[in-house]
T-cell receptor
Framework: DTEVTQTPKHLVMGMTNKKSLKCEQH?????MYWYKQKAKKPPELMFV???????INESVPSRFSPECPNSSLLNLHLHALQPEDSALYLC???????????????FGEGSRLTVL | QKEVEQDPGPLSVPEGAIVSLNCTYS??????FMWYRQYSRKGPELLMY????GNKEDGRFTAQVDKSSKYISLFIRDSQPSDSATYLC?????????FGSGTKLNVKP
């Protein structure tokens, strides 16, 4: 079983809704990531937090807003999404932090988002 | 040119076959090389991890890295239907992970 836990597993939302995806890890990792994955495509990096600070934002639209409340938690706040934002959203973590990682990235099971 | 190239397949083999999955890359600075297995509608699972060149074996799986050719491979021996999944190679360089597009493998009983 993965040690990165994501909730909810499935989410359906309208374009005017506000929702959040949550991610938790207890491996002591200090780098946490959000990826977006469309069908039959590799994961696409969205955000990276290193030591609870946003270190990489891959020019993601502002309707996606990340938050890292502490070293174990990562949230992705969603607002005014478009149908093309429907995808599998993956949280991942690595040890110990971005510049020091051994290169092992651990993913959660993902949150499958459908925007109507 | 993409940083990491991977044949998308699909690759279909009979049960018990030896499977060879491959990726090429362009950035000679890559030092960390990973293989992930992803079942349909699930998150990727770290399968093998290798630092620099050489081989690494874990059960039925062997990962090889040839940095001189910028080429990495994953071999699966005695393949099983449960190995049917998409296999993603990945590489790490300061700040970012780079993924191949994934190879879909189907092992037929």
């Amino acid at each position: 079983d993965t040690e990165v836990t994501q909730t909810p597993k499935h989410l359906v939302m309208g374009m005017t809704n506000k929702k959040s995806l949550k991610c938790e890890q207890h491996m002591g990792h200090r780098a946490m990531y959000w990826y977006k994955q469309k069908a039959k495509k590799p994961p696409e990096l969205m955000f990276v937090y290193s030591y609870e600070k946003l270190s990489i934002n891959e020019s993601v639209p502002s309707r996606f807003s990340p938050e890292c409340p502490n070293s174990s938690l990562l949230n992705l706040h969603l607002h005014a999404l478009q149908p093309e934002d429907s995808a599998l959203y993956l949280c991942a973590s690595s040890q110990p932090a971005l510049a020091e990682t051994t290169g092992e990235l651990f993913f959660g099971e993902g949150s499958r988002l459908t925007v109507l | 040119q993409k940083e990491v190239e991977q044949d998308p397949g699909p690759l279909s083999v009979p049960e018990g076959a030896i499977v060879s999955l491959n990726c090429t890359y362009s950035n000679s600075a890559f030092q960390y090389f990973m293989w992930y297995r992803q079942y349909s509608r699930k998150g990727p699972e770290l399968l093998m991890y290798t630092y620099s060149s050489g081989n690494k074996e874990d059960g039925r799986f062997t990962a090889q890295v040839d940095k001189s050719s910028k080429y990495i491979s994953l071999f699966i021996r005695d393949s099983q239907p449960s190995d049917s999944a998409t296999y993603l190679c990945a590489m790490y360089n300061f700040n970012k992970f780079y993924f191949g597009s994934g190879t879909k493998l189907n092992v037929k009983p």
